[in-house]
């Protein structure tokens, strides 16, 4: 089942922080943390694994509570380049390699 | 390293043709999986290859059909094209490491008329 993001869309000025939420009705082996900017392909942020394991950009901060089966995106200080839509991909261990959430669309304002 | 290359970028067809598209992951990524990308229904996932290998299928219609070669280059075929497979096709590599990190490629863009 595909996981749900929310908000659906934030408006930040420069400087502020943004929590993007991932929540799954499944279990999950890992989260994938994806961003796309509009016309381009989505470009790979963070993945949390089970068990704790985390691989991901310096500036980007995520948690992962398995028991819940939820992530959270911390963006702080953003950036006019943080703009984009976020997308969380779950992996249950099922036959469907990432289940996508319908995305958390960011705008960051001078 | 070159990341992941799609071919073509764009392409138009019209309802009932077949169409092929072409992805080649990032050298010595030996997984790739494709995507389908539209407003409506998100990224959904179609299947992926591993060493010549379907190891994963999404749920898509038998139009929707894989295939991958000894070089890890994988292409994808959608026969029987309707206007509903107007997407933007993503094929994303995975390997090198334990965590099942997948980079995307820059898509292409299927418009069927």
């Known amino acids: 089942q595909q996981p749900v993001q929310s908000p659906q869309a934030v408006i930040l000025r420069e400087g502020e922080d943004a929590v993007i939420n991932c929540s799954s009705s499944k279990a999950l082996y890992s989260v994938h943390w994806y961003r796309q900017k509009h016309g381009e392909a989505p470009v790979f942020l963070m993945i949390?694994?089970?068990?704790?394991e985390q691989k991901g950009h310096e500036k980007i901060s995520a948690s992962f509570n398995e028991k819940k089966q939820q992530s959270s995106l911390y963006l702080t200080a953003s950036q006019l380049s943080y703009s984009g839509t976020y997308f969380c991909?779950?992996?249950?261990?099922?036959?469907?390699?990432?289940?996508f959430g319908k995305g958390t669309k960011l705008t960051v304002n001078p | 390293k070159a990341g992941v290359t799609q071919t073509p970028r764009y392409l138009i067809k019209t309802r009932g043709q077949q169409v092929t598209l072409s992805c080649s992951p990032i050298s010595g990524h030996r997984s790739v999986s494709w995507y389908q990308q539209t407003p409506g229904q998100g990224l959904q996932f179609l299947f992926e290859?591993?060493?010549?290998?379907?190891?994963n299928k999404g749920n898509f219609p038998g139009r929707f059909s894989g295939r991958q070669f000894s070089n890890s280059r994988s292409e994808m075929n959608v026969s029987t094209l309707e206007l509903g497979d107007s997407a933007l096709y993503l094929c994303a590599s995975e390997g090198g490491d334990s965590t099942d990190t997948q980079y995307f490629g820059p898509g292409t863009r299927l418009t069927v008329l």
């Open positions: 991909g779950t992996d249950p261990g099922g036959s469907e390699k990432l289940v």
């Open positions: 949390l694994l089970k068990g704790g």
């Open positions: 290859y591993f060493s010549e290998t379907q190891r």
